[in-house]
């Protein structure tokens, strides 16, 4: 976690999200338990003390939920889902799914869909149901990589997200489709944050990959939450993620903030 902050602090960010994937994740990607999200609490509570050690910079604790089943349930209940800072959630193939039925459904018309299009469009509608129905069933802050490897309904997404107040990832990972994705949902009235999705501390604050993609869409410092423009006041835009289980009277000190730009992930 020192790591981390350390990173972020040399990059001059003021908001350091800390988001580990949810416990269906395999392959050793996502927490044990959710038990493991006190551990990071406790870290996260450590730093934020001796927030000044790192030039005023606040973590939140997050996590990357997975949607595990075509209903749009995620991998972590409803009062953790509250009791975190902020609450990230993706589409992953690579998830223990909730019903093994639903799991192999999913595998055989993704595996199909390439040879019918009678099954790709199935597989978009149904796609674009859950992503949807996960939107409005959950408390989910950013949505994470999305329409990323799978097919989807970008418009019909977007205008969900709007509805529920929810703000599109734009990953500066996983940019392939990213461009065409970010112009579509712009125009249906989506909100973004540019996320470097680092996956250690050498990665964080690498946004130039993300804030390409903004250029080349038009998007204005307004339309991304984690983005201010030169001149604008943060603290409307940075209202909705300030640490609230942890704050201390050094994180509160935003005063010496030098950066522009803020990390969730
Ligand atoms: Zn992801």
Partial sequence: MRLNAQAAARSGLRQLGIADHGPAMRWGLGVESLETFETIRRDIRDINEVSGTYRGLSVLLGCEANIIDFEGNLDIPPWLQNDLDVVLAGFHVQIRPRSLTQGMRYLVDRALSGMSSYVAKRERIRNTDVVTAALINNKIDIL?????????????LAKVSVQTGTLLEINCHHDDAMLAFVKVAARCGA?????????NPDQIGQYERGLEVARKAGLCGEQIMNVIAKGED?????ARFRPSTHLTGSAKKRSDMSKDLHEYK
């Fill in 144 to 156: 994470t990589h999305p329409g990323l490897r799978i097919n989807i309904d970008t418009a019909e």
């Fill in 191 to 199: 909100r973004f944050v540019i996320s470097s999705d680092a996956h």
């Fill in 234 to 238: 943060p603290e409307p835009k940075l």
